[in-house]
């Protein structure tokens, strides 16, 4: 529920609801909202297993993008510092 919250109130209601029910992400949506419905019927195992099926199947063509983004930390400097082994003092 907060996901959903929180997604309304970045994109609006109505780019929400268009991207849940486009044609081709039926089946995730289907998923996600079936996995809510579980988890408010008290099966809290089951309802997350199948959110993140859909949330998976939602959001499949996002990943290489999110992965791209991480991917370019490293030319953060105080970052690229820390992945090499030396914290902002130099303690590591």
Partial sequence: LLFLSGLVFI???RRT???FFQRPKLKGTS???G???VVLMRWPILGMLLEAYGFISLFRSFFP???GFLGSFV???LLSQVRRGW???GVF
């Fill in 11 to 13: 994109i609006g209601f």
């Fill in 17 to 19: 609801f268009t991207f």
């Fill in 31 to 33: 998923f996600f909202f």
């Fill in 35 to 37: 996995g809510l419905v």
């Fill in 65 to 67: 993008v999110a992965f």
């Fill in 75 to 77: 030319n953060i400097p």
């Fill in 87 to 89: 914290g902002p003092l």
